[in-house]
C-alpha cells in the first residue's frame, strides 16, 4: 500500500469516507442515495439567488421521460446562453439529480451559464449503452428549440464527475463521430475512462477513500453487463478509443490518491498527442470525491475555481472582477 | 441516562466512540451534539455492522436522539419473531387478509 499523505484539511473526511462495497449494486445504491439525502438534509439552504431552478422531463424514443434540472442563471431573454450538461457520478449504478446539486448551483452561478443536470438511467437495470444515450438525447433536446432555454449552439460543453465523467468523454466522442453537436469544452472531475486496470494507481489503491480498485472492478462489472470479453466500443470505455483527434478540448481534474488517477494521465497526454487543448489538473493530498466532501477547503475552492475559469474561457465569457 | 436498557447502551457507546464527546445525552439530538453529515453516515454504517439493523436517512431524521433511534432498531430487529406468531393457521386466518 502506497503512503497516503493527505492534505490536512481533508484527513476528517478522509477517515470518514464510508466505504461501501459494490459487489451489490443494489445496496451500494441504497447507501450511496442515504448519504446524499443525509448531506442534503443537514447542509442547510446553500445560496440560489439569481437562478431559475427548474425540473423538465425531455421525452424517450420509448414514450418515458429523461428527468433534467436546469440551473439558468438571470439573463437578457434575447441573448443565447452557453450550456454545460452536467453527469453525476455514483459508479454507474447510483446516484440522481441530488448527488451534484451543490456544484451545479456554483458552477452555474459564478460561471454564468446554464447548467442542466440529467437523471440518465443506471446499471444495473440499465447497463451500457443506456447511459450515454440518455445523456445524448437530453443534450440534443436542450440544445434544440423545444427546451425554450435559448441555448447558444456554438457554446455547449458537456461534464461530468467519476463515471459521470465517463459518459462525459463518451458524449465528445459520440458528437465527433455522429454529427454534433460541436461541444466547446468536455470537463472530466476524476473521470473512470478505462476498464482494463493497468495503470499503477489502480494497482496500488486498494484501500484509498472514496474510491478503490476493488470497487471499480464491481463497476465495470455492471455497467458493461457479464459478456463484454470482446469488441467494447469506445463509448463504454473511453480509453479504447484508438483515435482523439478532432475531441472537444478538454479540462481534467485528477485527485492525487485515486485509483482512476492514472488513467486520467494517460487519457490527457493522449489527448495532448491528438491534438486536442487539454488542461490538467493534479491536486496533491486529495481523494475521489474530496470537493464534495469538503466543499470549503481551500483545495476544494481551488478546484472549483479552475473548473469556473474553463467554463468561462471555453464560453468566452469574461470573468467577474 | 438508562443503562439498564441495552440497546440504549450500546448506541450511547457507538456514540461516544464517534462523536469523542465526554458528556454525552441519550436525550438530545445528535446534531446538537455537534453531529453533521459525515459523522452521521459514519454512525449508521457502525449501526449496521453492529446490530444488522439498516436506518434510513429519514428515521434517523426523525429519530435523532440515542434513545428515540434505540427504538426503531429494536423494532426492526423485532418483526421476524412477530411474523412468525402471526403465521399461526389458528391465529390469523389468510383468507381475511387483504
Not at chain 1, 489527448?271 to 470525491?289: I, K, Q, S
Not at chain 2, 429519530?63 to 419473531?81: C, G, H, M, Y
Amino acid at each position: 500500500m502506497t503512503d497516503v499523505r493527505l492534505d490536512p484539511e481533508l484527513l476528517r473526511a478522509a477517515a470518514m469516507q464510508p466505504c461501501e462495497d459494490f459487489t451489490d449494486p443494489i445496496l451500494a445504491r441504497r447507501a450511496f442515495d442515504r448519504a446524499t439525502r443525509l448531506s442534503r438534509a443537514l447542509r442547510g439552504n446553500i445560496d440560489t439567488a439569481g437562478l431559475d431552478i427548474a425540473a423538465r422531463s425531455i421525452p424517450r424514443t420509448d414514450g418515458q421521460t429523461i428527468e433534467v434540472r436546469t440551473y439558468s442563471p438571470d439573463s437578457d431573454p434575447a441573448v443565447p446562453q452557453p450550456l454545460l450538461v452536467y453527469l453525476h457520478g455514483g459508479a454507474f449504478v447510483a446516484g440522481d439529480l441530488d448527488t451534484e446539486h451543490v456544484r451545479c448551483v456554483h458552477l452555474a452561478r459564478e460561471a454564468g451559464c446554464i447548467v442542466a443536470a440529467v437523471a440518465y438511467r443506471l446499471a444495473p437495470e440499465h447497463p451500457y449503452p443506456t447511459p450515454p444515450e440518455d445523456c445524448m438525447t437530453a443534450l440534443r433536446w436542450l440544445i434544440g428549440d423545444e427546451s425554450e432555454l435559448n441555448v447558444d449552439r456554438t457554446r455547449v460543453a458537456v461534464g461530468g464527475s467519476s463515471a459521470g465523467g465517463t459518459l462525459a468523454a463518451a458524449i465528445a466522442l459520440m458528437a465527433r463521430d455522429g454529427g454534433g453537436p460541436a461541444l466547446a469544452l468536455q470537463l472530466l472531475l476524476y473521470p473512470v475512462l478505462d476498464d482494463r486496470a493497468r495503470t499503477h494507481s489502480m494497482r496500488s489503491f486498494t484501500d484509498t477513500p472514496g474510491w478503490t480498485s476493488q470497487n471499480n472492478v464491481h463497476m465495470w462489472r455492471h455497467y458493461l453487463g457479464r459478456d463484454h470479453a470482446e469488441a467494447i466500443s469506445p463509448y463504454a470505455v473511453p480509453s479504447r478509443c484508438g483515435d482523439l483527434r478532432g475531441l472537444a478540448p478538454a479540462y481534467i481534474l485528477l485527485a492525487e490518491f485515486d485509483p482512476l488517477r492514472d488513467e486520467g494521465i494517460s487519457y490527457a497526454s493522449r489527448l495532448l498527442a491528438a491534438g486536442v487543448p487539454t488542461e490538467v489538473h493534479l491536486f496533491p493530498g486529495t481523494f475521489h470525491g474530496f470537493d464534495v466532501a469538503v466543499p470549503d477547503a481551500n483545495v476544494c475552492r481551488r478546484a472549483m475555481r479552475g473548473q469556473i475559469a474553463a467554463l468561462q474561457r471555453a464560453f468566452r465569457i469574461p470573468a467577474a472582477g | 441516562m438508562r443503562t439498564d436498557d441495552p440497546t440504549v447502551h450500546k448506541l450511547s457507546e457507538l456514540w461516544t466512540s464517534l462523536s469523542g464527546g465526554k458528556d454525552v445525552r441519550s436525550d438530545v439530538s445528535f446534531i446538537d451534539q455537534g453531529a453533521d453529515s459525515l459523522l452521521l453516515i459514519t454512525l449508521l454504517s457502525e449501526i449496521e455492522s453492529e446490530f444488522d439493523a439498516y436506518i434510513e436517512a429519514e428515521e434517523l431524521l426523525e429519530n435523532p436522539t440515542i434513545e428515540s433511534l434505540a427504538r426503531v432498531i429494536e423494532r426492526k430487529l423485532e418483526p421476524s419473531d412477530a411474523r412468525l406468531v402471526d403465521r399461526r393457521p389458528h391465529t390469523v386466518d389468510p383468507r381475511a387478509s387483504p
